[in-house]
């Protein structure tokens, strides 16, 4: 297994960067950390926001009801924190989250699905790569020592394609080693198997940025064909 970059934790505003409104609340529109769904929109005010960031499961002040509200405290549909981040003007606020249940009161997955009808379709988190993308750019811009990234683009186009083979290679051993083997144990090999294909999609990322090709290049070509099938 190799090395991997990882992109920093998103950070929080602080309490005293909010633009309260005149009636002390914000908007929050919820994401999903997955795949950038948009869950609902609700209000929040300092109380909400303090209780958000403190126990690390979203709240909200209720207008209806005039209080702090946790979302899914009577359905149990909590929504985690992962990242929360104010707009340019600072008065609204993205709030992205880890979904425990359907977060709308009808039962579906996002409050925008049409007609109520449920949504459990979810991504599958391709979006994260562009954030794994900024880290290579960065690191190929910035050169940090001790950097693997870093390591792989001073060898040149031979070293990262080198690396792409190999971890290629490990992905076909992996692959086979899961639809070979016994039932027993199938957790570890199956995880195995993603371990190689996240090695194999990094070292990707890199020799494109070696080759100062940009994925969205890649992503327009999978569009085309897609388009003709």
Avoid at 41 to 58: C, F, H, K, R
Avoid at 129 to 140: C, G, N, P, S
Wanted: hydrophobic share 40%.
């Amino acid at each position: 297994m190799s090395r991997r970059e990882t992109a920093a934790e998103p950070r929080s505003p602080a309490v005293d960067r909010v633009a309260w409104g005149s009636d002390g609340l914000v908007p929050a529109v919820v994401q999903d950390v997955v795949d950038g769904r948009v869950l609902m929109v609700a209000y929040m005010d300092a109380e909400a926001l303090a209780a958000t960031l403190a126990t690390g499961q979203v709240h909200f002040h209720s207008r209806s009801r005039g209080r702090l509200w946790k979302k899914g405290e009577t359905s149990g549909h909590v929504l985690r924190l992962s990242g929360l981040a104010a707009d340019c003007d600072a008065d609204a606020l993205l709030v992205t989250v880890e979904p425990h249940g359907p977060t709308c009161h009808r039962g579906t997955r996002s409050c925008f699905d049409p007609d109520g009808a449920p949504s459990d379709r979810r991504g599958q988190g391709f979006g994260w790569l562009d954030e794994l993308w900024a880290t290579i750019e960065e690191r190929a811009g910035s050169r940090p020592p001790g950097s693997y990234t870093v390591e792989l683009l001073d060898g040149g186009v031979d070293a990262v394609g080198r690396k792409v083979v190999e971890e290629a290679t490990e992905v076909l051993i992996a692959a086979k080693d899961d639809a070979t083997v016994a039932d027993d144990g199938r957790d570890v090999r199956r995880a195995a198997l993603a371990g190689e294909v996240a090695d194999l999609l990094y070292h990707a990322l890199v020799l494109l940025a070696e080759r100062r090709l940009p994925p969205a290049d890649v992503i327009e070509v999978l569009r085309e064909r897609h388009a003709r099938r």
